[in-house]
């Protein structure tokens, strides 16, 4: 990839290459604005082609573009090396969609190759650098979490089986004791709750206790093996449509841990939705998409894919929205919360990641899982 007359080392042009590696949008512009370059994440926010954004002038994209050209030419006159600003960017693809706040970085370029007065701008979307510090954060806050539940865990099912076998033990005792009928239902109880908590922190080590068995996994499989579960254990009142990208392409992991992440996620829902589900008006969409320059934790993929789970309900409690992923943590009465902290583990396991965003009637649990 080069800029038509104005790459005279063939370095320069592989350095344009890079910029399609970068998550950010990037173009080289003439101090008039016209636009020499645009990178893959332009065309990806635009919804248009390269060569459409490349023919164009750049200055057209946003809202308005007074102080952006000043800026431009201000830079490409060597009245200052670089600045900032903040604009708003339209889309050409999606024409009625709301502009999108971005922040401007405007450089000059200084390198071997190009011509003098060129400029580099690139843009950042407000709302990606804020969900990236979040997912960074959210990502450190559960690492954290889940040694200290792993130790927890470890340190509470050691004990149990000692407090087991010894009501067991008991209850034989009582048995030949004039007080047994009435003292053997305190020892059961003393069993049941024991194998609770055993249960309990079985679910806790569930994903450390088994290898993995890494295979191809097609990402539709493990929706329709999801579907059919939840609409078997819901056969009335509760919709689960489908919105395939069907030209997703197959990937190595484990197809029975992807399973229950992903049904956990929609059970998770499910619950959710049963003041819907009484009604006959509950709905959760699957969705699957590509997405394309991704960073996930601190680390970047070419290709990811990505899984919605997408439903109609009341949405997460605000009070709980930051912490859903974090174990014991669940917004209805009788929840363990368990089931989004197995599924949160399970996808990091697989080098991804979930993340939610909830409203009052839309909540989307989004499942991003890296592409070779």
């Not at 390198?111 to 990502?139: H, K, W, Y």
């Not at 109880?189 to 295979?215: K, N, W, Y």
Request: glycine share 8%.
């Amino acid at each position: 990839m080069s800029v038509p007359n104005q790459v005279e080392n063939p370095g320069a042009a592989v350095g344009l290459e890079a910029f399609d590696m970068l998550t950010n949008m990037v173009a080289v512009v003439r101090p008039s604005g016209e636009c020499l370059f645009a990178n893959a994440a332009f065309e990806d926010v635009l919804l248009l082609s390269r060569r459409a954004v490349q023919r164009s002038n750049l200055l057209e994209w946003f809202v308005d573009a007074r102080q952006l050209g000043e800026t431009v030419r201000a830079v490409a006159s060597n009245a200052y090396s670089s600045s900032r600003l903040d604009a708003l960017l339209r889309r050409g693809g999606r024409p009625h969609e709301e502009p999108l706040p971005v922040q401007v970085i405007v450089s000059q370029i200084d390198s071997p190759g190009f011509d003098a007065g060129l400029v580099m701008v690139e843009l950042i979307e407000n709302a990606q650098q804020t969900r990236q510090d979040r997912e960074e954060r959210s990502l450190d806050q559960v690492q954290a979490t889940k040694e200290l539940t792993r130790n927890l865990a470890h340190e509470i099912k050691n004990p149990l089986g000692g407090i087991r076998g010894a009501a067991q033990l008991l209850a034989m005792e009582l048995q030949t004791s004039d007080l047994g009928p009435e003292l053997t239902e305190y020892t059961q109880v003393i069993v049941h709750e024991v194998d609770r908590l055993q249960a309990l922190v079985d679910r806790l080590l569930a994903p450390h206790r088994h290898a993995q068995v890494i295979g191809d996994v097609n990402i539709h499989e493990v929706c329709e093996r999801v579907r059919s579960v939840i609409l078997a254990e819901y056969p009335r009142g509760l919709e689960v449509d489908r919105d395939y990208d069907t030209s997703l392409p197959d990937f190595r992991g484990d197809r029975e841990q992807l399973i229950q992440a992903t049904l956990n996620i929609v059970q998770n829902a499910a619950q959710a939705l049963q003041g819907r589900i009484a009604a006959g008006e509950a709905r959760i969409t699957l969705i699957t998409r590509v997405a394309r320059q991704v960073t996930i934790g601190k680390q970047r993929w070419r290709l990811a894919l990505e899984l919605h789970v997408e439903d109609n309900g009341p949405g997460v409690p605000a009070e709980i929205r930051d912490r859903i992923f974090f174990p014991l943590v669940s917004g209805r009465d009788g929840g363990t919360g368990l089931g989004l902290t197995l599924s949160q583990t399970i996808a990091q396991q697989h080098q991804g990641m979930i993340d939610c965003e909830s409203e009052p009637g839309r909540t989307n649990f989004r499942l991003t899982l890296p592409l070779p």
